[in-house]
């Protein structure tokens, strides 16, 4: 058990040069070998929120406590077609859980569900909230953007908008994605990869409210 222990200890311990890497990547050409962190479409979402929360989570890769996630992933379209109050139209076409990379921005997620018309391809996510007074959370949709990019470069579609559908009050609300909020996540992806290359505690937020509900709080 001792010698195990060691042995994982070593391994994570081996830093590969270039040439070494190189070789890996040519004699297991379906293992992906990253130079740079890839970042999560979720870690996008915790960084707005706090970003100490990548520090504990990604960093000292402290335990978290399980949250509950709800079983939406393939039920995401029959959810949507009931609020927007129409049958399924046989023209759009529907992908379901697919996990998506683009290593060139070093970005990776699970796309629940997307849709595509025939001209455009959106993401869609379902909130069982209330539709928010003040807009959609920052958070919320900067992961968005994310899962549009990740839609964008795997599959060429230009993503321009995305669905969110609010179960309690029956609505579908369409929010545009810019140019703009696509170089903003980018910037988020270098931020994210800083904090977890230099090792560094990012300032806790300085809203304290924050922190009632936090994951992290045991740890901060
Ligand atoms: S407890 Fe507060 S400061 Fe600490 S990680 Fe969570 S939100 Fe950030």
Redesign the pocket.
Known sequence: MEDEQNVVKDFNDIELNKHELDFLRLSFPKIHLYESPMIGTEEIRQYI??K??IY?RHVIKAPMEQTVKMELGTKKHEILQALEGKDDESSISKYYNIYLTDPQINLVGVIDYFEFDGKEAYPVEIKTGKVPKNGVEKRFKYQIVAQAILIEKNFNFLVKKAKIAYTKEKKVIEIPITIDDKIKVMEIIREIQKIIKNEEIPP??KD?A??VD????KY?
């Open positions: 929120y706090c100490r929360i504990f806790p937020t304290k924050k922190c936090c994951e992290c709080r901060c």
